[in-house]
């Protein structure tokens, strides 16, 4: 597996934190890449960075979201841009470096509440 850098991803993201009012997310702080021969039925992942290294190295947090090439370009710009969403859903208020799973006490990560947040985009 290899990756390369996705400035067109980050972009996207970038307008999507704008326009959606995901004011708790640092875009400077998400990178974008676009991965080639994974192994996974995913389209894309969020990697985050742990605690440890804003304690112990006082890195910032960050985040890396990743397009698999072979099942995202095949999506639809719509389901493209849902994709994206879902992905910055697992990223909690605090930006911590943390991921938020897909069912938690106050939150749920499904196609119901990103079609909710979408609409909002539309």
């Given amino acids: 597996m290899?990756?390369?850098p996705a400035p067109e991803i980050k972009k996207t993201v970038a307008v999507l934190v704008k326009q959606l009012n995901f004011t708790h997310i640092n875009?400077?702080?998400?990178?974008?890449?676009?991965s080639f021969d994974a192994k996974t039925r995913a389209y894309a992942r969020i990697w985050g960075m742990s605690?440890?290294?804003?304690?112990?190295?006082?890195?910032?947090?960050?985040?890396?979201?990743?397009?698999?090439?072979?099942?995202?370009?095949?999506?639809?710009?719509?389901?493209k841009i849902k994709t994206l969403i879902h992905e910055?859903?697992?990223?909690?208020?605090?930006?911590?470096?943390?991921?938020?799973?897909?069912?938690?006490?106050?939150?749920?990560?499904n196609d119901r509440e990103v079609e909710k947040i979408l609409r909002k985009f539309l």
């Fill in 88 to 109: 910055l859903m697992h990223i909690p208020k605090t930006f911590s470096g943390a991921l938020l799973s897909h069912r938690g006490r106050y939150h749920r990560i």
């Fill in 27 to 34: 875009v400077q702080n998400i990178h974008c890449i676009r």
């Fill in 51 to 79: 605690r440890l290294f804003k304690e112990v190295a006082g890195l910032e947090p960050h985040y890396i979201i990743e397009v698999i090439d072979k099942h995202y370009d095949k999506l639809s710009e719509r389901e």
């Fill in 2 to 4: 290899h990756y390369k």
